[in-house]
């Protein structure tokens, strides 16, 4: 008897491994292209010329990890987040949301408390670290501290995660399990129809 290969099922099926295969592939070009930028981030970090402060999201990137000043003009707000001081101790990272003269806002990482409790800044100058700051934002942690803080943790960008070559895996090992899946469903197929 002869063995059917159903034309539409295995068309999906590797259709969807091509699918797979092709983001294992671009996790690993994501890879190469993660590693060059913490290697630039990296050496930014022993750069000791200051940047300006960048005005603008497109300038974010060529300002992380290096030393630059603002001057804050007005203190917002002042909230804790959670922070690690630069010991390595857990607790608070008190953050200044402030008021530019240009009219612009940035926050600036003042220093670090055990307490949660808001602290007293009135603004000025200040210089430090320029970090990251969310999914897009960036920071300035203030070096020395502000505020009678503690300092923080300088940023580190080994602190940035880099799992493209585990998603790659991921990728490669949902396509190999959906190519066996279907093999066995016809080979079953198959015996079920042989038997027949």
Not at 35 to 41: D, H, Q, S, V
Not at 159 to 165: E, I
Not at 172 to 189: E, K, N, P, Q, S
Request: hydrophobic share 45%.
């Amino acid at each position: 008897m002869k063995r059917r290969v159903p034309v539409f099922a295995t068309a999906v099926v590797l259709a969807a491994v091509a699918i797979m295969m092709a983001l294992g592939f671009w996790q690993l070009g994501r890879k190469a292209e993660k590693e060059a930028l913490l290697a630039r981030y990296e050496q930014a970090r022993g750069i000791a010329a200051a940047v300006p402060w960048p005005g603008s999201p497109d300038a974010y990137p060529a300002a992380l990890y290096r030393r630059s000043r603002i001057d804050c003009a007005r203190v917002e707000r002042v909230e804790p987040v959670s922070g690690r001081s630069n010991e390595g101790r857990a607790g608070w990272a008190q953050i200044a949301h402030c008021r530019l003269r240009d009219g612009s806002v940035a926050r600036v990482a003042l220093g670090w408390s055990a307490q949660p409790e808001p602290v007293f800044w009135t603004g000025g100058e200040v210089g430090g670290i320029v970090g990251p700051a969310g999914k897009s934002g960036i920071r300035l942690v203030a070096a020395p501290a502000q505020a009678g803080l503690r300092d923080l943790a300088a940023p580190d960008p080994s602190n940035l995660p880099n799992n493209h070559l585990s998603y790659a895996v991921q990728w490669f090992a949902f396509a190999t399990t959906a190519l066996v899946i279907y093999l066995l469903a016809l080979r079953r197929r198959w015996s079920a129809s042989s038997s027949d």
